[in-house]
């Protein structure tokens, strides 16, 4: 069994900050991309920001300069630090990565998500 757990999430004035972390456990062999997305209310789900094992990175245009992803391969995690933070930020943040058990199944497994609400 393959869990992704978040952490992190909260309330945040505008142009604050939030680092949210993500840990894989299980009986994993090895990990690829991970990535997070978000969610806000009657939008639908997009992504945000993914790493590959190599450590190369992928962003939306609209978090470019004030987002960072990286990840500790040893340690199975992935973190989104998040600088400058606007009301559009709000939504609900995924977690998400791409997996292979000592099964050799190979599949994406999602968090339970961490709400991040941008507010005054």
């Known amino acids: 069994q393959v869990q992704l757990v978040e952490s992190g999430g909260g309330l945040v004035q505008p142009g604050g900050s939030l680092r949210l972390s993500c840990a894989a456990s299980?009986?994993?062999?090895?990990?690829?991309?991970m990535g997070w997305y978000r969610q806000a209310p009657g939008k639908e789900r997009e992504l945000v920001a993914v790493i590959t094992s190599a450590g190369s990175t992928n962003y939306a245009d609209s978090v470019k300069g004030h987002f960072t992803i990286s990840r500790d391969n040893v340690k199975k995690t992935v973190t989104l630090q998040m600088n400058s933070l606007k009301p559009e930020d709000t939504a609900v943040y995924y977690c998400?990565?791409?997996?292979?058990?000592?099964?050799?199944?190979?599949?994406?497994?999602w968090g339970q998500g961490t709400q991040v609400t941008v507010s005054s």
């Open positions: 998400n990565a791409d997996i292979t058990t000592f099964s050799r199944l190979r599949k994406y497994y």
């Open positions: 299980g009986r994993i062999f090895s990990i690829n991309d």
